[in-house]
């Protein structure tokens, strides 16, 4: 084997030393591709080593045949640009739904209707069928060899087979050459094996060389055609510190005769082929034990816990873990830093406790899914990989929980246990949430009233888990174990600095440029518009085990751009749907009061607040700065921020009547600070950062703008313009 092929391989699969030997393989992965093999035909053997060794089984490719996707498609296909959401909740199709081609010819029927057109096109995604028997189809929007990103279509069908509903999100007018165009045959797939391996005596399963979906790179929501080979396993016996075992060898090829990498497969054709990850060998030749014991929650409490663990067969060693369920967990630092799986192992019986409390909670989150009928984090049982002491690079800790994607064949989660977020079970079911909401809607669009659904969604289904499973849960407030100032109410979205309806204080409208500085368009804040209808379905008499069950129909029925919009028609489609027609009024009533229906500017701000509007200069350097402006409530201390709306070239924020002195920050690439613009005696004025703290510290009402309950305030800019056109950007 050569070196660089070598090094490749080790850095795509992450190996470890896990006593006798562990080889394993964020979004959601699902294989589209399915397949029924599970013996090795003796057929597919293909015996010598000459040039015809090889069996070209399609059409003959060349350079110039080969389409390219227009820059303009890329584009549009990448952000979304043009994007249109649609929801059919009423009768459109008369045919019957009894299986995903059937499905596709109903969503193609209305097509135009969607947003679509002639050039849309679709591939079978997954397919979801309820205990009512209300059956799920979803199809991905394709272009050329790609999955167009964040773009996809539902087709709901009842028991019946009949059509009841179809969501969808699609991007029209996308160009691409015809996919025979785009892929090489199968033996010019196998071709390219053969030349990257070429000091190796392979062997090639050649009759059993197909095609798969794959990210576009690791964790990624993109997908991509390739060519998936299968050869004996390149991997037998020991390479360096590692020993690997692994019956074949899987290697990916692009459409272009790419060669990507190879991964270890026990079966040709089964879900780790067609996925691209191998984890399931981190459970080989472990037996399930039990630990049983107490342990100890960061403020000193003594809990009583039962958890599964993993013995290994061959040395007898613990490791934390589930063979059963497939989880793992594992150190952090290791994994994210030096890229190595480092499961973690027993020492003097017993592990780190509040690791051990973060595992005992995702167990009963991951059983409460289960008796749903969604098993694992993606429905699948795909393995799970829980990697605690999370840190950062500098080695502090990280002092958060997070799931960060799909990542060497496991879904992963993160969680720092210096602090006791693996305590609070709606901490871990909302982060279990994620994974089940990102694999139902295709792909996560974490941004704007995306990702603050995304957010509510896990906020809802993680504060149900805990009602329902830990009877220390406070109901209704996430992170009961966290400082009060890292906590969120579902009940008075206020006391956490969350808006409790559409333009009300701390609202975030959609923003032109998501990134971390405005929470990627607000959607930890924007969050509890829909955590406040949970709460009223609550409050209406609806119990935790009804509002699970209509929260995991509305996730199923969801699409990657579904917005609040969408969500105000989805809701009570759903309810009236699933026979849960006793609540309809208190959810439509909730709708109403948190007016998601609309994003619309209100004509005069609810009582008590203001609305203040702050338009920026039309000028180049507003495409290559991040602009926040900022409010300081002289009266109570408090600080309003909020970011230029997406499309305009306008800041509107919502703040309580008061005097607030009013500043804008703007970021330039590169540079280690922001530049500072203070609003004073009806002007603006730059400041460096110290003159601006202090600014804050010293101004008084004679700098602030005063604003009285119901008015709308048009701030002065006219001079920005000719500070912002001094910027000095490189």
């Keep these: 084997m050569r070196k660089n092929v070598k090094q490749r391989v080790l850095t795509i699969l992450i190996t470890t030393a896990l006593a006798a030997g562990l080889l394993s393989g964020c979004g959601s992965t699902k294989a589209p591709v399915e397949s029924d093999m599970e013996d090795l035909p003796e057929e597919w053997e293909e015996e010598g080593a000459e040039e015809d060794f090889f069996e070209n089984t399609g059409e003959e490719f060349s350079d110039t045949e080969q389409g390219e996707l227009p820059d303009e498609t890329v584009e549009k296909a990448m952000s979304g640009k043009g994007a249109v959401t649609a929801f059919l909740g009423d009768p459109f199709y008369n045919g019957q739904i009894k299986n995903a081609d059937d499905a596709l010819e109903a969503v193609y029927s209305v097509v135009k209707e969607i947003g ?48 009841i509903g179809l969501v969808s999100s699609i991007i029209p007018e996308l160009e691409a050459p015809p996919r025979d165009l785009w892929e090489i045959s199968a033996g010019e797939a196998e071709e390219s ?21 794959i990210p576009v790179e690791e964790g990624a929501e993109a997908y991509q055609y390739v060519w998936v080979v299968y050869s004996d396993s390149v991997f037998d016996g020991t390479d360096g510190e590692y020993k690997l075992d692994a019956g074949y060898t899987a290697h990916y090829v692009t459409y272009d005769g790419e060669y990507l990498y190879c991964i270890g497969v026990t079966d040709i054709g089964n879900e780790e082929a067609l996925s691209g990850s191998a984890a399931t060998f981190a459970f080989a030749d472990m037996e399930s034990d039990v630990w049983s014991g107490t342990v100890k929650t960061l403020n000193g409490k003594k809990k009583e816990i039962e958890v599964p663990i993993m013995t290994d067969r061959n040395t007898g060693e613990q ?23 480092s499961p973690l192992v027993a020492k003097n019986g017993r592990w780190d406790d509040e690791a051990m409390i973060t595992y005992y909670n995702y167990i009963n989150v991951y059983d409460l899914y289960e008796t749903s009928g969604w098993v694992g984090p993606d429905g699948i049982k795909t393995p799970s990989l829980l990697l605690m002491g999370a840190v950062n690079e500098d080695g502090s800790p990280m002092d958060n929980a997070a799931y960060v994607g799909k990542k ?20 871990v079911g909302h982060e279990f949430t994620h994974c089940v909401t990102g694999t139902l809607m295709t792909t996560n669009l974490y941004l704007n009233d995306y990702g603050a659904i995304n957010e509510g969604m896990s906020d809802i289904l993680g504060n149900l888990t805990a009602i329902m499973m830990d009877e220390t849960d406070i109901p209704f407030t996430i992170g009961d174990a966290l400082p009060e100032d890292l906590q969120r109410s579902m009940k008075d979205p206020n006391l ?8 009300d204080k701390y609202y975030v409208p959609a923003v032109a440029e998501p990134n971390d500085d405005n929470d990627q ?33 509305v996730a199923r029925a969801m699409t990657p751009r ?46 008590g607040l203001a609305l203040v509007s702050l338009a920026l200069p039309d000028s180049k350097a507003l495409e290559q700065v991040s602009v926040t402006a900022s409010f300081l409530d002289l009266n109570t201390g408090s600080m309003y921020t909020n970011w230029p709306e997406a499309g305009k070239n306008v800041i509107y924020i919502t703040l309580p009547k008061g005097d607030y002195l009013t500043s804008l920050q703007v970021m330039i690439p590169e540079a280690e600070e922001p530049v500072h613009f203070a609003f004073q005696e009806g002007r603006w004025n730059e400041m460096g950062p110290e003159i601006y703290e202090k600014w804050l510290d010293t101004a ?12 709308l305030f048009d701030l002065e800019t006219e001079n920005l313009s000719g500070l912002f056109a001094g910027l000095k950007i490189k």
């Design 521 to 553: 368009g607000g959607v930890h804040i924007n969050s509890s518009l829909l955590n406040y209808i949970s709460y009223k379905l609550n409050d209406a008499g609806m119990e935790p085990e009804e509002e699970f069950y209509f929260w995991m129909n």
């Design 116 to 163: 679509g057109d002639a050039s849309t096109e679709f591939d079978y995604e997954a397919v979801d069928e309820t205990e009512d028997g209300v059956t799920y189809y979803t199809f991905r929007q394709t272009v050329g060899d790609l999955s167009v990103y964040g773009a996809a279509a539902k087709l709901i069908a009842d028991k019946n087979g009949q059509a």
């Design 408 to 427: 060497q064949g496991f879904h992963t989660f993160v969680f720092d246990t210096a602090s006791p977020y693996g305590e609070s079970m709606d901490i």
């Design 496 to 503: 956490h600095q969350q808006p409790g309806f559409v333009w």
């Design 700 to 711: 008084g009402i004679d700098e602030s703008i005063a604003l009285e309950s119901g008015d």
């Design 319 to 341: 490791y934390l873990g589930d063979v059963k369920r497939k989880i793992l967990c594992a150190s952090h630092p290791e994994f994210e830093y030096e890229e190595t799986l």
């Design 562 to 607: 579904t917005d609040y919009e969408q969500m105000a028609e989805l809701l009570p489609w759903v309810m009236n749907t699933f026979g849960q027609k006793a609540y309809i009024k208190a959810l439509e009533d909730a709708i109403n009061q948190t007016g998601i229906s609309s994003h619309e500017l209100p004509e005069s701000p609810a009582d």
């Design 193 to 213: 094996v053969k030349k990257e391996w070429n000091d190796s005596k392979l062997k090639i399963y050649s009759k059993a060389t197909e095609q798969t979906l």
